[in-house]
């Protein structure tokens, strides 16, 4: 049986499509079945908006989780905290927000260090590419959460966990 390019490059879409899938085909609405989704880009989209939909959540059609739980994305903000600390990084993801200004997402983990518990605070594009990252405060919450607030006095919170 011979293959065609056209089924070739299909099959490959898919298999692509289907490693870089997140949350397993958990439907985004599981929270509240039937609700359309909301796009954060919306003008005058709350954060108690986004806390009722999550994680049936859009940017620009997209979905979020889709977005910036890409195991690449991660991986990618992990290792710019890495290069922070110039250790193995230990730490768990523990906010994401989305700034409307400056259309960059902020993504924030709790570090953990040989002298204990830091905030890794990492800017990511709309695409999920590490624009910057930084090791500050004592922590995601309270510290790291009041240190992104300034930076960014109209971010949207879409998950703080």
């Known amino acids: 049986m011979r293959i ?6 299909r099959l490959i879409r898919e298999s692509i499509t289907e490693q870089h899938k997140v949350g397993g085909g958990i439907p985004r609405d599981m929270f509240n079945p039937g609700q359309a989704p909301l796009e954060i880009t919306e003008p005058g989209v709350t954060e108690a908006q986004i806390g009722d939909a999550w994680p049936n959540v859009l940017y620009r059609g997209q979905d979020v989780m ?3 739980y890409d195991d690449a ?4 903000a992990e290792d710019a905290l890495e290069d922070m600390t110039g250790t193995d990084f230990e730490g768990q993801e523990a906010y994401l927000g989305w700034d409307p200004e400056s259309d960059i997402f902020v993504m924030g983990f709790d570090v953990w260090e040989d002298y204990g518990m830091t905030a890794g605070i990492v800017t990511l594009d709309p695409r999920g ?3 910057k990252a930084d090791i500050k405060g004592s922590g995601m919450y309270p510290s790291g959460r009041k240190i992104i607030r300034q930076q960014y006095p ?3 919170e879409l998950r703080l966990d």
């Open 4 to 9: 065609t390019k056209k089924q070739l490059g």
């Open 66 to 68: 889709d977005l910036m």
């Open 73 to 76: 994305t991660v991986a990618n």
């Open 129 to 131: 590419r590490v624009i």
């Open 154 to 156: 109209n971010i949207l």
